[in-house]
């Protein structure tokens, strides 16, 4: 009889991710969603909402002394966004490498912003630098907190 042992999932971890108001508007929610979800990440937290400028400053605070800091709060306050919370093994680094660079103009083809998108101030999508700044977030964006759950599916992901 075949058995196999169950998946190690100690290296679990989480990040925020958010689709910027440029991404909702162009219909690219599906899309992002789509690539994490078929890499293997497990959603643990999904809802559009519209930020207050409190919460964005909050958000953004380690920016508030660049030149950029008012036109990038005007930006992500323009519309609704998408936050969304993923777990799994290195999903903070990972998650940025799916998202590309900052400039998508650097970024890979292949990620999210160098398929998508130009300019940085338009840069679609947001992921955590950290997995203290992704705690940081996570409770910022989800106060109520993101699920927790065990997904079947780990043994296919994880050895
Ligand atoms: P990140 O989103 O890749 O983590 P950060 O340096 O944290 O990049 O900057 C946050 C956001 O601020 C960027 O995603 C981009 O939308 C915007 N931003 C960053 N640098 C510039 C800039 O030089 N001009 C305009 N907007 C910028
Ligand atoms: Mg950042």
Redesign the pocket.
Known sequence: QLSFPPPNMSQTERTYIMV?PDGVERGLVGEIIKRFEAKGYQLCALELMQPSKDLLEQH?R??AS????P??VA??SSGPVVGMVWQGKEVVKTG?KM?G???PLESAPGTI?GDFCV?????L?????SVESAEREIALWFPRGAASWTRRFDSFIYE
């Open positions: 910027k953004y380690d920016l660049k030149p950029f800091f036109k990038l930006y992500m940025r998202l660079a900052t400039n912003r300019d940085v101030g338009q840069n999508c947001h992921g955590s630098d």
